[in-house]
């Protein structure tokens, strides 16, 4: 049973940056991490992924302003999140396919 906890959500201001880190409390070395979003009333939709060897995809809306990246070491993945926009507004979720979600992390753009 692998646990995610996330951290780094905030406040934020439009044009702004945050980083978003989820922490497992087992080894992630051979798994793929996604990110998911979920804003209010909305269905849950994929943000970002990244491979054990360090490829990634991203959906169209956050590619080139969302960066994600990951510390085997620490068995932490991260989502460097900039030039933030208000429709980003959600509660960010770290997964690991197909059963284990972390409890979010809200994430609010708005001046």
């Known amino acids: 049973q692998v646990q995610l906890v996330e951290s780094g959500g905030g406040l934020v201001q439009p044009g702004g940056s945050l980083r978003l880190s989820c922490v497992a409390s087992g080894s992630i070395r051979s798994d793929t991490m996604h990110w998911y979003r979920q804003a209010p009333g909305n269905q849950r939709d994929f943000v970002a992924l990244?491979?054990?060897?360090?490829?990634?995809n991203y959906a169209v809306s956050v590619k080139g302003r969302f960066t994600v990246s990951r510390d085997n070491a620490k068995n932490t993945v991260y989502l460097q999140m900039n030039s933030l926009k208000p429709e980003d507004t959600a509660v960010y979720y770290c997964?690991?396919?197909?059963?284990?979600w972390g409890q979010g992390t809200q994430v609010t753009v708005s001046s």
């Open positions: 990244i491979t054990p060897g360090g490829s990634t």
């Open positions: 997964r690991i396919p197909p059963n284990y």
